[in-house]
Structures are given as structure tokens and as C-alpha cells.
């Protein structure tokens, strides 16, 4: 190895440009198999009481909210997110973000160098 050190930290890239290393994407087998046997069970009469099994859980919600019992409640809720998120998606989150630097932005050079000096906007020392 005389002459050029090996670079360690990059090996480049085995696939030609354009050709992706995982053409197929991520694998979504073990999950559709899991939820389509939740949603199967889900859909089936519970023999004991003659309601299905996604009514049982709807049930189990409601008797969590009206019946508390934390101990118990904390296992159950888990465990009926956990089929729900499945079966149903994740709930889309949204979070509202405040732009509090707006107004700067949409100000002068100059008022922002006289509120630098001043401690006040120009407009406002008219006011005073």
C-alpha cells in the first residue's frame, strides 16, 4: 500500500446512479400479517357476549373512562392503542408552530437600529 492511504471512513456505493440499493423498499410483510389476523379476530362474535370482538374492545374504552381502575386501566389502554394504531393508522399529529420573528424580519434596517438605541420603535415615540 504504497502511495495513497485507504479512506476508511467511505467505501462509495456498489449501486449504479439512479439505481436504488433496496428497489423493493421496506418490508411490510410481518406487519400486514399481524394486522390482518387482528382485524380477522376483531370481526368474529365473542360465543360468551354475542358481540364482536372490536365491540369488546370499544367496550373495554368505555368502561376504562367510566369505571376507572388505574392499575388495570394502564395494561388495557396499552394494549388497545397498540391494536387500534395497528388496525386503524396512528393518528396524524399536528403541531402549530408561532413565527415570533415575523415582524422583525418585516422591518427596516433602520427601526431595527433606532429600537436598538431607543428600546422602543420609532412609531411608538410619537405616541409618547
Same mark, same amino acid.
Given at each position: $500500500? /504504497?502511495?495513497?492511504? %485507504?479512506?476508511?471512513?467511505?467505501?462509495?456505493? *456498489?449501486?449504479?446512479?439512479?439505481?436504488?440499493?433496496?428497489?423493493?423498499? @421496506? *418490508?411490510?410483510?410481518?406487519?400486514?400479517?399481524?394486522? $390482518?389476523?387482528?382485524?380477522?379476530?376483531? /370481526?368474529?362474535?365473542? *360465543?360468551?357476549?354475542? @358481540?364482536?370482538?372490536?365491540?369488546?374492545? /370499544?367496550?373495554?374504552?368505555?368502561?376504562?373512562?367510566?369505571?376507572?381502575?388505574?392499575?388495570?386501566?394502564?395494561?388495557?389502554?396499552? /394494549?388497545?392503542?397498540?391494536?387500534?394504531?395497528?388496525? %386503524?393508522?396512528?393518528? @396524524?399529529?399536528?403541531?402549530?408552530?408561532? +413565527?415570533?420573528?415575523? %415582524?422583525?424580519?418585516?422591518?427596516?434596517?433602520? +427601526?431595527?437600529?433606532?429600537?436598538?438605541?431607543?428600546?422602543?420603535?420609532?412609531?411608538?415615540?410619537?405616541?409618547?
Amino acid at each position: $500500500m /504504497a502511495g495513497k492511504a %485507504e479512506n476508511l471512513t467511505h467505501r462509495g456505493t *456498489p449501486w449504479a446512479k439512479g439505481q436504488s440499493g433496496n428497489p423493493s423498499g @421496506k *418490508p411490510h410483510r410481518l406487519f400486514t400479517l399481524v394486522t $390482518m389476523a387482528l382485524r380477522e379476530r376483531l /370481526a368474529k362474535i365473542d *360465543p360468551k357476549t354475542k @358481540k364482536t370482538w372490536a365491540e369488546r374492545l /370499544a367496550d373495554v374504552l368505555v368502561e376504562c373512562v367510566f369505571n376507572p381502575d388505574p392499575e388495570l386501566d394502564k395494561t388495557r389502554i396499552l /394494549a388497545w392503542t397498540e391494536i387500534v394504531d395497528r388496525c %386503524e393508522g396512528k393518528a @396524524k399529529q399536528q403541531i402549530e408552530v408561532n +413565527d415570533v420573528t415575523s %415582524e422583525l424580519r418585516s422591518r427596516s434596517d433602520e +427601526d431595527l437600529m433606532y429600537y436598538l438605541q431607543h428600546n422602543h420603535w420609532p412609531e411608538d415615540a410619537t405616541v409618547q
